[in-house]
């Protein structure tokens, strides 16, 4: 392993500190079980229907097979921080890593028992859901004690954005691999390849930490006790107003993630055209957070980014709110490509901007809670959300049909209308921006880091 160039250049960083080649494996290690994760996570949204009619269930037992995962990054939050934080990296995300893999081939097993199919599913969904948290939490500590200073928020951005990716690439490729009820077990086949194979790369070449650190600030990282460190950001006013202002920005991402479909397919738009607004959200997103990336590295201004991003990213819902209506597709499609421009450009600056406020807290922890503090808005929201439909849409062939008339075809489809439902959204986003308007924090990593270059 030593003789590979990518795991041993050495690069001189700032302040006479060193880079490893190998934190770049690292990342890309991180990366792939971010996206291996979210896939299994979120691969039965698109194919609900042949989910439905293969195993013989309703609508809430699909549902829960996603949002299982919500529950046990709130429940299993806290665990996770103190695992990276008290046992470190590797042994973490090895862990992690093996309860994703065996979720993944616990799905595929079930499918060749009798009576056994259903509670396999669930165990091995729930399995992976447990490795969540872990792998969500990661790339914040890796690029804290991996990379250079002027880095970090691009390590971030890479890892961070790997599950929204796989979010994609989980929505995509299950309607081309289930033609049929029957063809799941291939899907369960396929999308236990990638978990495997970041489980093998986990074990043979993960590593806790460089051989030296990168930075001034990561020379010190791991000094702060886990529980010192909760108390420490529980009573820090500028984090707990960035909790309350991520949770709502991610909570926003999940639960328009989850009900893209459902909220478009109530104005007459089809699946296919909710696949692609769904791409123009994640795919114009990638493009959002590298600039912020890019520009929070070289001018380190991330409470400017954050206070311009989520405003902006309310925006875009509020204008997805107002023009989802028949034949707005043009409209729909920006309106989607705005809010993941700015949702996903928040979503690593704030990351490193929760560090900042934070240090000398672990990254693990300030960063995992705020994880959490997501997937609780994500719930919250999806259900409000849901309690708020509207009376039914029907439509034929695309058209929306006038539910006063005498309809006589039987070969219409309904769907709840999801108008008002989007404002809990707008008015979560809209307290978010309110957050940071009151945000105030120096730079404590920064100042520090300064501080030991003279």
């Known amino acids: 392993m030593e003789s590979q160039p990518l795991l041993?250049?050495?690069?001189?960083?700032?302040?006479?500190?060193?880079?490893?080649?190998?934190?770049?494996?690292?990342?890309?290690?991180?990366?792939?079980?971010?996206?291996?994760?979210?896939?299994i996570w979120i691969n039965f949204s698109p194919i609900e229907e042949k989910t439905k009619a293969y195993y013989n269930v309703d609508d809430l037992t699909v549902d829960f097979l996603s949002l299982v995962y919500m529950m046990a990054s709130v429940v299993l939050g806290p665990l996770a921080s103190w695992m990276i934080d008290t046992q470190g990296l590797r042994r973490s995300v090895l862990f992690a890593a093996i309860l994703n893999a065996a979720g993944g081939w616990l799905r595929y097993a079930g499918d060749f028992t009798g009576g056994g199919k259903i509670p396999l599913l669930f165990l091995g969904q729930t399995l992976a859901a447990c490795a969540q948290p872990v792998i969500l939490d990661s790339p914040t500590p890796l690029a804290a004690i991996w990379f250079g200073e002027n880095e970090r928020a691009t390590a971030n951005m890479i890892a961070s954005v790997a599950n929204p990716l796989g979010v994609a690439l989980g929505s995509f490729f299950p309607p081309m691999i289930v033609s049929e009820p029957s063809d799941l077990r291939q899907l369960y086949l396929y999308f236990s390849l990638p978990a495997s194979l970041g489980l093998v790369l986990v074990a043979a070449v993960f590593r806790d930490r460089p051989p030296t650190p990168p930075s001034a600030s990561a020379e010190s990282e791991g000094h702060e006790s886990f529980m010192a460190g909760v108390r420490s950001v529980l009573h820090n006013r500028a984090y707990l107003l960035l909790l309350l202002a991520f949770g709502i920005g991610v909570g926003m991402f999940s639960s328009l993630t989850t009900l893209l479909g459902q909220i478009v397919n109530a104005q007459g738009y089809s699946d296919d055209d909710a696949g692609i607004f769904g791409a123009s959200l994640i795919g114009v997103g990638l493009v959002g957070a590298v600039i912020s990336a890019v520009v929070a590295d070289r001018t380190r201004r991330f409470t400017e980014i954050v206070r311009v991003c989520f405003p902006g990213a309310t925006l875009g819902i509020l204008m997805l709110t107002l023009v989802n209506k028949p034949d707005n597709y043009g409209l729909v499609l920006t309106a989607c490509g705005i809010s993941g421009f700015f949702t996903f450009a928040a979503l690593p600056v704030s990351l490193e901007l929760c560090v900042e406020c934070t240090y000398p807290v672990q990254a693990g922890t300030s960063a995992g809670l705020l994880w959490?503090?997501?997937?609780?808005?994500?719930?919250?929201?999806?259900?409000?959300?849901?309690?708020?439909?509207?009376?039914?849409?029907?439509?034929?062939?695309g058209s929306i049909l006038n539910i006063t008339t005498n309809i006589t075809t039987t070969t219409y489809d309904t769907y709840a209308d999801m108008s008002n439902s989007c404002w809990v959204a707008v008015a979560g986003g809209a307290l978010g921006s309110l957050c940071l308007m009151f945000f105030r924090t120096e730079y404590k990593r920064m100042k520090a880091e300064q501080k030991a270059a003279m």
């Open 8 to 39: 041993t250049h050495v690069q001189q960083g700032k302040g006479g500190f060193h880079l490893y080649g190998r934190r770049w494996g690292m990342l890309l290690i991180i990366v792939l079980l971010q996206i291996s994760n979210a896939m």
């Open 372 to 397: 959490m503090a997501g997937q609780v808005f994500g719930i919250i929201f999806i259900f409000a959300m849901n309690a708020l439909q509207g009376s039914d849409n029907r439509f034929e062939n």
